[in-house]
């Protein structure tokens, strides 16, 4: 029983129409799915990822406008990585970031690899990272956009990076529970701080990574818009699902109990630093009650939900994206 690598990341957002122009008309990627969050459904839930919405190549929107800012510190997903396949890719982007007015880093060397870090126009930071052919969980479809070159395109997640103040719990939950297993550490960018530590799981490489950077000197994250709500890491199947719902409760560990999501099912927990954990089934899928071609052009509801359909979209405020 394994975990495959990252699923998706769960991000907060104010402004939805902006939070959609930047991640398809500037990143490139695709709308997937259009729904609500189910768990506050006057809140719309947008997810962009790959081409066919494959389990790994997710980033998941909350729309909450009016939300506040976020304070970086500790107890935080501090950053998101989208990959990329070359280190030509990498400059395809700081170029095209520089034309559009991105703030971005120069590139630089992380784990190993050739990497960009940006930012969003809400602040979410994200680092665009080289897989230079390195073996490992397998990428994602390229959505193809006429100005951006295919092979230039973002093809899935890379590592997530956890800092926290103390490191070692949040190393027992990853080691001793979800058996992830230590890789390598590298030295943060500015040298001060102590080493970034390198967790994997599965057939490793950036999509079934988790980066620890030990902070004791910061005071805790408060999230608000651009800030990562949770991660979620990929279960193949439900059978698996039920086993790791039985782990959580050998391991004494408090926890959502099975969450019936629709396109995947799910269990919540925080690690011991605070952070939100998530796992998710590869099944059913993104293509489940849209046809492939024409996913997220429409509210998309599931089946739970569908009855009160008239009651939700009246409680939405309108929505256009274009």
Do not use: C
Request: charged letters at 25%.
């Amino acid at each position: 029983m394994q975990l495959l690598g990252l699923h998706h990341v769960s991000i907060l957002t104010g402004k939805a129409e902006k939070n959609y122009e930047f991640y398809t008309k500037i990143l490139g990627m695709r709308l997937v799915k259009k729904t609500v969050n189910q768990d506050n459904t006057e809140s719309y839930h947008l997810f962009y990822a790959d081409a066919e919405g494959t389990p790994g190549t997710e980033v998941t929107f909350f729309d909450i406008p009016g939300l506040g800012h976020s304070y970086r510190g500790t107890s935080d997903i501090s950053t998101v990585s989208l990959r990329v396949r070359t280190t030509d890719a990498l400059l395809f982007w700081k170029e095209r970031f520089t034309q559009l007015g991105i703030h971005h880093d120069s590139i630089e060397k992380r784990a190993g690899r050739d990497t960009l870090a940006f930012q969003d126009f809400e602040g979410t930071r994200l680092i665009l990272v080289a897989d230079n052919v390195e073996p490992g969980v397998r990428a994602g479809i390229p959505w193809k956009r006429d100005d951006i070159p295919v092979e230039h395109a973002i093809i899935g997640l890379g590592p997530v990076t956890l800092t926290v103040s103390i490191a070692e719990p949040t190393i027992g939950i990853l080691t001793e529970v979800m058996d992830f297993r230590f890789v390598s550490s590298y030295p943060s960018l500015d040298g001060e701080y102590p080493d970034i530590m390198v967790f994997a799981t599965g057939e490793g490489g950036s999509g079934a990574e988790v980066h620890i950077e030990p902070r004791p000197d910061l005071p805790r994250a408060r999230i608000g818009r651009g800030g990562v709500h949770h991660v979620a890491f990929r279960v193949p199947n439900e059978e698996e699902y039920h086993l790791w719902a039985l782990r959580l409760k050998e391991h004494r560990i408090a926890n959502s109990g099975k969450v019936e999501r629709y396109y995947f099912k799910a269990l919540y927990f925080r690690e011991p630093n605070g952070i939100l954990f998530e796992l998710s089934t590869d099944t059913p899928g993104f293509a489940t009650d849209e046809p492939l071609e024409t996913m997220g052009q429409k509210l998309a509801l599931p089946p739970f939900l569908e009855p009160r359909r008239e009651q939700i979209e009246a409680n939405l405020r309108p929505l256009e994206l274009n």
